[in-house]
C-alpha cells in the first residue's frame, strides 16, 4: 500500500506571493491532517479534514487555509506569504472514522522557503 | 493553555545503556502517541496509547501512559546507534478529531 504522499517536496517562494500544497491518503483513509514544523516553535496543527469537512482548526491566521476533495486528497493554501511561513509542512492521514481513534501516517513534507 | 512537555530535550548516552524520556502534559486526555524522526525525514508512528495504564514494546523501546499523573514514558533499553533520532510524544485533545498537540522533541544521540 502507498503511504502518504506530498507534492511539492521543496519550493521556494518570496515574500506575498500565494502558495498550495498538496496531500495524497493512503488509499482509503478518509482524515487529513496538516501540520507546520519549525525549529522555533516546534510542530503545530494546522488543521484536519474528514469527508471533505474541517473538523478542527489550530491558531493560525486566516491566510493558512484548506480544502479536501471527495477522494479524501486535501491542499492547503498560504497566501501573502511572510519570512515566517518558512517551514516544514507534513500531512498525516487516519483510516479511523469518525470516532477518531487510531493513528496518523505522515507523508515526507514539504520544505517552504520564502525569501 | 495545554502544555506537552518532554525531558529531557536532548540526550546523549552510550550504546547498551537504559534511559527514560519523559512526556508531561497539562490536560485531561487517555490518548498519546510516540513518533521517531530521523533528520531531514518525516514522522514515523512508535506507539499508540489509548487507556490509563496501557504499555507497549517494540524491541528496545517501550512506551507507557498513566492518565491520572498525565505523564507518558519512553524508555530505551541496552541503547544502539540506531535509535539516533528525534522522539516526540503527541496528546490527542479533542475527542473524535486529530487534532495531536506534540511535545517538544527529546533529540536522543547514541554514541558507539
Known amino acids: 500500500k502507498a503511504g502518504v504522499t506530498q507534492t511539492p517536496r521543496y519550493l521556494i517562494k518570496t515574500r506575498g506571493q500565494q502558495v498550495t500544497l498538496s496531500c495524497s491518503p493512503i488509499s482509503g483513509h478518509r482524515s487529513v491532517s496538516w501540520y507546520q514544523q519549525t525549529p522555533g516553535q516546534g510542530l503545530q496543527f494546522l488543521f484536519e479534514y474528514f469527508s471533505e469537512t474541517q473538523r478542527n482548526k489550530g491558531n493560525f491566521p486566516g491566510r493558512f487555509s484548506g480544502r479536501q476533495f471527495s477522494n479524501s486528497r486535501s491542499e492547503m493554501n498560504v497566501s501573502t506569504l511572510e519570512l515566517g511561513d518558512s517551514a516544514l509542512y507534513l500531512c498525516?492521514?487516519?483510516?479511523?472514522?469518525?470516532?477518531?481513534?487510531?493513528?496518523?501516517?505522515f507523508g515526507p513534507g514539504t520544505r517552504l522557503t520564502v525569501t | 493553555e495545554l502544555k506537552v512537555e518532554q525531558n529531557p530535550l536532548f540526550l546523549s548516552m552510550q550504546e547498551g545503556k537504559n534511559y527514560t524520556i519523559y512526556c508531561n502534559y497539562s490536560?485531561?486526555?487517555?490518548?498519546l502517541y510516540w513518533y521517531r524522526q530521523d533528520p531531514g525525514k518525516s514522522l514515523e508512528s512508535l506507539f499508540v496509547l489509548l487507556s490509563n495504564g496501557a504499555v507497549k514494546q517494540e524491541g528496545r523501546l517501550m512506551a507507557s501512559l498513566d492518565t491520572k499523573a498525565r505523564l507518558s514514558t519512553l524508555h530505551i533499553t541496552a541503547a544502539v546507534h540506531d535509535l539516533s533520532a528525534t522522539y516526540f510524544c503527541a496528546v490527542d485533545i479533542e475527542p473524535g478529531t486529530y487534532k495531536y498537540i506534540f511535545g517538544t522533541g527529546t533529540r536522543l544521540k547514541v554514541l558507539a
Open positions: 498525516a492521514s487516519s483510516s479511523a472514522g469518525a470516532g477518531g481513534i487510531g493513528e496518523q501516517y
Open positions: 490536560t485531561t486526555s487517555d490518548r
